[in-house]
């Protein structure tokens, strides 16, 4: 059974930096895409950042030069530093594992229960 769990969520300060974990568990974690998404109230999921099987990444416009994906396969843990972060990052984010059958991080199919990041002006 897969499994995500994220940590280091929390409130900062426009300006401010916070670095998010997630450790999966109960499949071969280095054999696929790891992703970043984030939803705020009223809105739709948004994909922050990708980082392939391959150590490739891709960011949202939005968060590009601010935030960063990196992945320890050894430590089966994804990250992603965020510095500089604004009030608009405000959202709950979430970790999600590639749909297994699937490349390229074309789809995800496995979620953590999400982790909360406020940001104040």
């Known amino acids: 059974q897969v499994q995500l769990v994220e940590s280091g969520g929390g409130s900062v300060q426009a300006g401010g930096s916070l670095k998010l974990s997630c450790v999966g568990s109960?499949?071969?974690?280095?054999?696929?895409?790891m992703g970043w998404f984030r939803q705020a109230p009223g809105k739709e999921r948004e994909r922050v950042a990708s980082?392939?099987?391959?150590?490739?990444?891709n960011y949202a416009d939005s968060v590009k030069g601010r935030f960063t994906v990196s992945r320890d396969n050894n430590k089966n843990t994804l990250y992603l530093q965020m510095n500089n972060l604004n009030p608009e990052d405000t959202a709950m984010y979430y970790c999600?594992?590639?749909?297994?059958?699937?490349?390229?991080?074309?789809?995800?199919?496995?979620w953590g229960q999400g982790i909360q990041v406020t940001v104040s002006s």
């Open positions: 999600a594992a590639e749909k297994f059958g699937t490349w390229y991080c074309r789809e995800f199919g496995h």
């Open positions: 109960g499949y071969t974690y280095s054999s696929y895409c």
């Open positions: 980082i392939d099987k391959d150590g490739s990444t």
